[in-house]
């Protein structure tokens, strides 16, 4: 067997989708499990009403975040325009292609009732020479079959009576998809077309103009395997959509997903490896990949099931790992790359390393994903606290025993060792004397000193924190009762 050479081809019209980085990471597994695989990135950036620069610089940076490095590429299809029009050429010369200036009106208006989808082929024997509104058609064989090989669906045959005369190129003399698309693979020989379950209906036209091209030039390519990889589906097991559903993989990378949690989770849409553990780690995703052992049902694109496999990443991380991994949340002025759709939330004057250092041990168990680490840390940072209201109010405005809470504390704290567990036996024993049980006697003080009732353990932070500023905290929150 000849080594694959695989290519993820996609179209830069929207956000990078997780469907389409699901269809790069399975052509990147098969080229990874050859010694002399190629795995091509071709941006295929021909529509130019769709296409903008930002998309194509999104795929290729979100492409270098999960580790998916082309080995050839990336390529831009709109580079290869003449070798295009050559195919279309070549094919037109050989008798393949008709003139067509019928309208969809026309074809409409000669079907009536007869609701069979696609051309009618009436242009087919009218011999038209080309003309401003003319399209160029593909003459397609009205008897006998095409099989797709799959090899995840096995061989899947289309009646050729069922494929219409479809357009190759435009009255403009743009060239479509289908057949820049098979140029492009020819010219890369590929071996494996490895892409969403949507491009199926495509396969047989893209096999007759492949074999076509193989009758008519000297450049004779065996045509690929292909293999079409199974619908993402959300909850209610519909369609992902690019609308409702949170499908752009930039947004993962901005909330802080790490990429190896994100291509792990990947890998089990429509696939999984053997046994009965599903964090893996790449190099043995790579060994156990079959294409042939993909699943052909939709796969559910569960955002829980992947923010509890990246906080199992996160928490696997060595401490330090972590720290440097927190970077562009918590100190993006230090960062080659920062989250696009958050401000920080402190300013750089404010953040100090030295203290973060000693600050993310409190949160590294606790956050499903770096994005959320800000938050939790931001009462060591920023100047004043900021309070959510719901939590002031229900822990100290409308509570006395929290409000005596915090006074009494602010005594004991004036003179207590400033170590956590000492701090936990004042909050302790403070709260025994108004009745009140540890979780109840620390929410007041939590929430004067980090504005909110959850975040990281209460005692280590305050430690952290120093004695002078947790003062300054519990004054400044019964300061702020009427
Ligand atoms: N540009 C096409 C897409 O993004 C590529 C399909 C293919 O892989 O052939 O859907």
């Known amino acids: 067997m000849a080594p694959p050479r695989v290519r993820f081809a996609p179209s830069p019209t929207g956000y990078f989708h997780v469907g389409s980085a699901r ?55 709109s580079d290869n325009k003449v070798a295009h029009e050559v195919s279309v050429t070549t094919l037109l010369d050989a008798g393949y292609l008709y003139y067509c200036d019928c309208t969809g009106e026309d074809v409409a208006a000669r079907k009536g009732d007869n609701k069979t989808p696609g051309y009618d082929g009436f242009c087919r024997t009218r011999a038209l020479a080309r003309a401003a509104n003319t399209a160029l058609r593909f003459t397609t064989p009205h008897d006998g079959v095409t099989i797709v090989r799959d090899l995840i669906r096995g061989d899947v045959e289309f009646a050729n009576s069922t494929i219409d005369d479809f357009v190759v190129a435009k009255s403009s003399g743009a060239v479509l998809y289908a057949l820049a698309n098979v140029t492009d693979d020819r010219n890369d020989e590929i071996t494996h077309v490895i892409r ?153 004057a404010d953040f100090d390393a030295e203290l973060f250092a000693r600050v993310a041990p409190l949160v590294h168990e606790r956050v499903a994903t770096l994005g959320e680490v800000p938050a939790m840390v931001q009462f060591f940072f920023a100047d004043a606290v900021t309070f959510d209201e719901a ?70 932070s305050l430690e952290i924190l120093g004695r002078e500023r947790t003062i300054e905290r519990l004054r400044a929150a019964l300061e702020r009762l009427p």
């Open 23 to 77: 269809s790069a990471l399975f052509n990147w597994f098969v080229a990874r499990q050859s010694e002399d695989g190629v795995f091509i990135l071709r941006i295929e950036d021909t529509d130019e009403d769709r296409n903008r620069e930002e998309w194509v610089d999104g795929i290729i940076s979100a492409m270098d975040w999960l580790g998916l490095h082309a080995d050839e590429g990336p390529f831009r299809q």
């Open 196 to 348: 969403g379950e949507e491009h199926l209906s495509n396969a047989p036209k893209q096999m007759m103009l492949w074999s076509a091209l193989n009758e008519v030039t000297a450049h004779d390519v065996a045509l690929p395997l292909y293999a079409h990889l199974p619908l993402l589906v959300n909850e209610q097991r519909k369609k992902l959509s690019k609308r409702k559903d949170p499908v752009a993989t930039e947004s993962y990378r901005d909330q802080g997903y790490l990429p190896q949690a994100f291509v792990n989770y990947l890998a089990l849409l429509g696939w999984s490896p053997r046994g009965d553990e599903e964090i893996v780690p790449v190099e043995i995703l790579i060994e156990q990949f079959r294409l042939e052992d993909v699943s052909h049902s939709p796969a559910f694109f569960d955002v829980k099931k992947l923010a509890h496999m990246n906080g199992e990443y996160i928490r696997a991380l060595s401490i330090d790992a972590f720290i440097d991994a927190c970077t562009p949340w918590v100190n993006p002025w230090a960062s080659a790359w920062r989250p696009s759709d958050r401000a920080p939330l402190w300013a750089e």
């Open 391 to 460: 939590a002031f109010t229900k822990a100290i405005g409308n509570d006395p025993l929290g409000q005596s809470m915090l006074k009494s504390a602010l005594v004991r704290f004036e003179n207590a060792t400033w170590a956590s567990s000492v701090l936990h036996e004042v909050v302790l024993e403070v709260g025994e004397s108004l009745g009140l049980v540890l979780r109840k006697a620390q929410a007041p003080i939590r929430c004067a000193v980090t504005g909110s009732l959850v975040g990281p353990p209460l005692f280590e």
